[in-house]
């Protein structure tokens, strides 16, 4: 088959274990062809945020449609959303060009517990970004935020707010329940007619930046790839642990370091 042609619209990392720079690493190692649109310019590493910078939306403009006036896209990642009008944007964008697959990860508070957005920009969320997702990829301070709730603190709490979240529009949704304790970490994957749980073994592993972002491009490049969004989302799950037990070979930074994006290969 050809190879899928994939934009992420997110922020940047210089340390480039998350955001764009995550995404465009892990479209490569899946076999995908990368594009990107830069929604803020982040100034973090692996110890945490230091400033967030979001672009003038002239800016972001002019960048998405450079990318679909000339790009056939396959599928759209959208990672972190500032604020508001930003959001706007890219939903204008996304109904004007129609993409086939849109999953989005909705970035909300970094690994390191800093937060990334506003209010507003949750809502804009909530409200214009979810129902544009074929896949939408909260982990569970983000599913909660997105619902105004606490977060759950175990499976059946994940459980009993499967149908708030599927009510928010997403076509489906991976609810992550890597914020809990135990020796698997196991993800609830929820659609119109099912609720069916994702069995993986918990990596112990201090190198968990860019965790979403990595899982949420991996869905994306293997959307156009796959039979089915089920089959997608299953593989890029097994792509993600081998990315996290490979993690500390890269010894990258004092904090909380990137996943292996390469790990098949080096």
């Given at each position: 088959?050809?190879?899928?042609?994939?934009?992420?619209?997110?922020?940047t990392?210089?340390?480039g274990?998350?955001?764009?720079?995550?995404d465009?690493?892990?479209?490569?190692?899946?076999g995908?062809?990368?594009?990107?649109?830069i929604?803020?310019?982040?100034?973090?590493?692996?110890?945490?945020?230091?400033?967030?910078?979001p672009?003038?939306?002239?800016?972001?403009?002019?960048?998405?449609?450079?990318?679909?006036?000339?790009?056939?896209?396959?599928?759209v990642?959208?990672?972190?959303?500032?604020?508001?009008?930003?959001?706007?944007?890219?939903?204008?964008?996304?109904?004007?060009?129609?993409?086939?697959?849109?999953v989005?990860?909705?970035?909300?508070?970094?690994?390191?517990?800093?937060?990334?957005?506003?209010?507003?920009?949750?809502?804009?969320v909530?409200?214009?970004?979810m129902?544009?997702?074929?896949?939408?990829?909260?982990?569970?301070?983000?599913?909660?935020?997105?619902?105004?709730?606490d977060?759950?603190?175990s499976?059946s709490?994940?459980?009993?707010?499967?149908?708030?979240?599927?009510?928010?529009?997403a076509?489906q949704?991976?609810?992550?329940?890597?914020?809990?304790?135990?020796p698997?970490?196991?993800?609830?994957?929820?659609?119109?007619e099912?609720?069916?749980?994702l069995e993986?073994?918990?990596i112990e592993?201090?190198?968990?930046?860019?965790?979403?972002?990595?899982?949420?491009?991996?869905?994306?490049?293997?959307?156009?790839?796959?039979d089915?969004?089920?089959?997608?989302?299953?593989?890029?799950?097994s792509?993600?642990?081998?990315?996290?037990?490979?993690?500390?070979?890269?010894?990258?930074?004092?904090?909380?370091g990137?996943?292996?994006h390469f790990?098949?290969?080096?």
């Open positions: 088959m050809p190879i899928p042609r994939l934009l992420s619209i997110a922020g990392d210089p340390s274990g998350a955001g764009m720079h995550a465009l690493k892990t479209f490569s190692a899946l995908g062809y990368g594009t990107s649109a929604t803020a310019v982040v100034s973090q590493n692996t110890c945490g945020v230091r400033s967030v910078y672009l003038p939306l002239e800016v972001l403009e002019s960048q998405l449609k450079a990318i679909f006036d000339d790009v056939a896209i396959d599928a990642k959208i990672g972190m959303v500032a604020d508001r009008a930003t959001a706007e944007l890219i939903k204008h964008q996304i109904e004007t060009y129609a993409p086939k697959w849109v989005l990860d909705p970035v909300m508070v970094a690994k390191s517990g800093d937060r990334l957005v506003d209010d507003a920009a949750v809502d804009a909530r409200t214009l970004l129902p544009l997702a074929d896949v939408a990829t909260p982990n569970l301070p983000e599913a909660a935020e997105l619902l105004g709730i977060t759950p603190q499976e709490a994940m459980l009993d707010m499967a149908s708030a979240l599927r009510d928010l529009g076509r949704v991976l609810l992550k329940g890597g914020f809990l304790e135990g698997e970490c196991n993800d609830l994957l929820i659609g119109a099912h609720t069916r749980w993986a073994p918990r592993t201090r190198h968990l930046h860019g965790t979403g972002c990595t899982l949420s491009s991996a869905i994306a490049t293997l959307l156009p790839q796959r089915s969004m089920e089959d997608a989302i299953l593989d890029a799950k792509y993600m642990t081998g990315a996290l037990e490979q993690a500390d070979r890269l010894g990258v930074g004092h904090g909380q990137p996943v292996h790990h098949r290969w080096w």
